[in-house]
Nanobody
């Protein structure tokens, strides 16, 4: 069992900041890679930022230089610091993790990813 829980969303004025957090727990021993996505009502999920196993990061063009993704290897957490928020950043933000599972006392990698339920970000103009 793997649980992915996001937090930190809320209502903020344009130009403000929010820090989102995603924590993966359960039968895992670590995270290979992870990403933050956002979903507008009725639309597909779009990648916002991702972080790989070596710490390399990737950002969507729309958020580059405003958002920063980071990871906490001890807590199995993926954070997204969002600054200079714009009304068009309003969406449900979801976390996706690709973990190493604990199976029978051993670490196993199956290449299966898990999603959280999301946290709502609303930016007012």
């Amino acid at each position: 069992q793997v649980q992915v829980v996001e937090s930190g969303g809320g209502l903020v004025q344009a130009g403000g900041s929010l820090n989102l957090s995603c924590v993966a727990s359960g039968s895992i021993t670590g995270i290979v890679s992870a990403g933050w996505y956002r979903q507008y009502s009725g639309n597909q999920r779009a990648l916002v930022a991702s972080v790989g196993s070596g710490g390399g990061t990737h950002y969507a063009a729309a958020v580059k230089d405003r958002f920063t993704i980071s990871r906490d290897y001890v807590k199995n957490a993926i954070n997204l610091q969002m600054t200079n928020l714009r009304p068009e950043d309003s969406a449900v933000y979801l976390c996706n993790v690709d973990p190493i599972l604990r199976v029978g006392g051993e670490s196993r990698y199956y290449g299966r990813d898990y999603w959280g339920k999301g946290t709502l970000v609303t930016v007012s103009s």
